[in-house]
């Protein structure tokens, strides 16, 4: 069955840089979207970056500028580059990939890493 694998979070000083990794097994289909999300305790689930399999990409207001989203089709990897790191960017960041289906999309889930943005 399909597995996301996050890996590359952890304990940042504010300004600070981290790069998170996605890494897509089981697939035997073609990935439509991958994309980064992000849940602060107590907010709801919010975009981050998407990028689409041409490579076109889609960043929240909050983070343009800062993070940078990359992907590698040949693998099935989707990494997130953040720099200038803010305390506000502390949250559990989950993977996500899409593909299409009959009627609409399909997507899954990795099990999420933490982010900590802290003095």
């Known amino acids: 069955q399909v597995q996301l694998v996050e890996s590359g979070g952890g304990l940042v000083q504010p300004g600070g840089s981290l790069r998170l990794s996605c890494a897509a097994s089981?697939?035997?289909?073609?990935?439509?979207?991958m994309g980064w999300y992000r849940q602060a305790p107590g907010e709801q689930r919010e975009l981050v970056a998407t990028?689409?399999?041409?490579?076109?990409?889609n960043y929240a207001d909050s983070v343009k500028g800062r993070f940078t989203i990359s992907r590698d089709n040949a693998k099935n990897t989707v990494s997130l580059q953040m720099n200038s790191l803010k305390p506000e960017d502390t949250a559990v960041y989950y993977c996500?990939?899409?593909?299409?289906?009959?009627?609409?999309?399909?997507?899954?889930w990795g099990q999420g890493t933490q982010v900590t943005v802290s003095a």
């Open positions: 996500r990939i899409d593909r299409r289906v009959w009627g609409g999309f399909e997507d899954y």
């Open positions: 089981g697939i035997t289909f073609s990935i439509n979207s």
């Open positions: 990028i689409t399999s041409v490579g076109n990409t």
